[in-house]
């Protein structure tokens, strides 16, 4: 099952993708209809806002007085916590139903306004945010809801602006067009990205890279990877002892393979090969198959063990490597990167180097740049710099 968090500011067109995708197969679950439903009235939740902030948040009908109940809580930090503490866990509960009631394979999105607001991005495969001018979502406001100017400004600012989302998004669906422009993107997205990204879920397959070479530089690499590593820390919690942006994308300005390195430190191999495999799994990190070791530094020094995981993503090939965290292999990848970070010659010389050996090679790509002499070289100018700076993982 392909967990999708759907979010995007008030009269950005949220809605229109969220029926679009439905159209397409998906199964849609709305936060703000969840929410109403878990203090509908008769129900527990209802029963214990009044206990908390007595029947005058009631209406005629006997159903919430939602303006009322704003009136008492907006106001009051700790009577809003009180109302969360009632609701947040109900709306959970029944978000958690809601999903498990869908087929094995299904692409479940939910529709969630604050989703950014309150740091849920890290519990779905992907977020999608729709983005829409400021001043197209007042018109829109306006004409759709009948809603006056000052009364859709405060409603924009109350929410995360356009930077925040952008942030946590894996995609943006700009809206600033046709209906069926939307519709487009929507479906480009759910043939090309969303259905293979769940078949390759459920299958448990890693997505290889299209390009093996140093093709470019792209700005937004650091970005990603905090968003793949608030996913590996949703997932894996204490078990992951640090978790570090590595490789060739985490050098400012060198150009790379589009693949992310990710490296995770844990307490054993041992705790590697348990349940960290399924749940690395389900939230999106397959198990490459076969033996992955690290060739060591000096040569001769003995084979380091890692474990390697990659993406389910077809738009976001990843490299995870697991370590134990103070082993050889741990230790030498945050010294290279630092190291290279810190020395704009032997970075440049670096990617002279993968160049090189993408020509004399086409098919292997980079892949054979860990063997290559220059490494053993570097190896000694990096533990040099170490000693020199006081240098510590």
């Given at each position: 099952?392909?967990?999708?968090?759907?979010?995007?500011?008030?009269?950005?067109?949220?809605?229109?993708?969220?029926?679009?995708?439905?159209?397409?197969?998906?199964?849609?679950?709305?936060?703000?209809?969840?929410?109403?439903?878990?203090?509908?009235?008769?129900?527990?939740?209802?029963?214990?806002?009044?206990?908390?902030?007595?029947?005058?948040?009631?209406?005629?009908?006997?159903?919430?007085?939602?303006?009322?109940?704003?009136?008492?809580?907006?106001?009051?930090?700790?009577?809003?916590?009180?109302?969360?503490?009632?609701?947040?866990?109900?709306?959970?509960?029944?978000?958690?139903?809601?999903a498990a009631a869908a087929a094995p394979g299904a692409i479940v999105v939910?529709?969630?306004?604050?989703?950014?607001?309150?740091?849920?991005?890290?519990?779905?495969?992907?977020?999608?945010?729709?983005?829409?001018?400021?001043?197209?979502?007042?018109?829109?406001?306006?004409?759709?809801?009948?809603?006056?100017?000052?009364?859709?400004?405060?409603?924009?600012?109350?929410?995360?602006?356009?930077?925040?989302?952008?942030?946590?998004?894996?995609?943006?669906?700009?809206?600033?067009?046709?209906?069926?422009?939307?519709?487009?993107?929507?479906?480009?997205?759910?043939?090309?990205?969303?259905?293979?990204?769940?078949?390759?879920?459920?299958?448990?397959?890693?997505?290889?890279?299209?390009?093996?070479?140093?093709?470019?530089?792209?700005?937004?690499?650091?970005?990603?990877?905090?968003?793949?590593?608030?996913?590996?820390?949703?997932?894996?919690?204490?078990?992951?002892?640090?978790?570090?942006?590595?490789?060739?994308?985490?050098?400012?300005?060198?150009?790379?393979?589009?693949?992310?390195?990710?490296?995770?430190?844990?307490?054993?191999?041992?705790?590697?090969?348990?349940?960290?495999?399924?749940?690395?799994?389900?939230?999106?990190?397959?198990?490459?198959?076969?033996?992955?070791?690290?060739?060591?530094?000096?040569?001769?020094?003995?084979?380091?063990?890692?474990?390697?995981?990659?993406?389910?993503?077809?738009?976001?090939?990843?490299?995870?490597?697991?370590?134990?965290?103070?082993?050889?292999?741990?230790?030498?990848?945050?010294?290279m990167r630092d190291h290279l970070r810190a020395d704009p010659d032997q970075?440049?010389?670096?990617?002279?180097?993968?160049?090189?050996?993408?020509?004399?090679?086409?098919?292997?790509?980079?892949?054979?740049?860990?063997?290559?002499?220059?490494?053993?070289?570097?190896?000694?100018?990096?533990?040099?710099?170490?000693?020199?700076?006081?240098?510590?993982?």
């Amino acid at each position: 099952m392909l967990r999708v968090g759907l979010t995007g500011g008030i009269g950005s067109g949220k809605s229109a993708v969220a029926a679009r995708l439905v159209e397409r197969g998906a199964v849609l679950i709305d936060a703000d209809q969840v929410a109403r439903e878990v203090v509908a009235p008769g129900t527990e939740g209802l029963a214990d806002i009044v206990a908390a902030f007595s029947d005058a948040v009631l209406g005629d009908d006997g159903a919430l007085d939602r303006v009322a109940l704003g009136a008492v809580v907006f106001a009051d930090e700790k009577a809003r916590r009180r109302l969360e503490s009632i609701t947040h866990p109900r709306v959970r509960a029944r978000t958690a139903e809601l999903a498990a009631a869908a087929a094995p394979g299904a692409i479940v999105v939910n529709d969630v306004p604050l989703l950014v607001e309150v740091g849920l991005a890290p519990t779905y495969h992907l977020v999608i945010v729709v983005q829409t001018a400021v001043t197209t979502r007042l018109e829109r406001l306006a004409r759709d809801r009948g809603m006056g100017r000052a009364e859709a400004e405060r409603r924009i600012a109350a929410q995360a602006d356009d930077a925040r989302r952008r942030a946590a998004a894996d995609v943006v669906l700009t809206n600033d067009g046709s209906l069926a422009d939307l519709h487009d993107a929507v479906d480009e997205l759910w043939r090309h990205r969303l259905v293979p990204y769940e078949d390759n879920l459920r299958e448990r397959r890693v997505v290889l890279p299209d390009r093996v070479d140093p093709a470019g530089t792209d700005a937004s690499w650091p970005e990603q990877y905090e968003r793949l590593a608030a996913r590996i820390r949703h997932t894996l919690g204490s078990d992951a002892l640090r978790i570090d942006h590595i490789g060739s994308t985490a050098l400012p300005g060198l150009a790379a393979q589009d693949v992310i390195d990710v490296q995770v430190a844990v307490r054993s191999l041992a705790d590697a090969d348990g349940a960290l495999v399924d749940r690395l799994a389900h939230a999106g990190f397959p198990r490459v198959p076969g033996h992955w070791w690290d060739v060591p530094r000096p040569a001769g020094s003995g084979r380091w063990e890692k474990r390697l995981h990659g993406s389910a993503d077809p738009a976001r090939p990843v490299r995870l490597h697991v370590r134990v965290a103070g082993s050889p292999g741990w230790r030498y990848a945050l010294l290279m990167r630092d190291h290279l970070r810190a020395d704009p010659d032997q970075r440049a010389a670096y990617l002279l180097l993968k160049r090189d050996l993408v020509d004399a090679a086409p098919e292997a790509g980079d892949s054979g740049t860990a063997r290559d002499p220059w490494f053993d070289e570097e190896y000694l100018r990096a533990e040099q710099w170490a000693e020199q700076t006081g240098w510590r993982p």
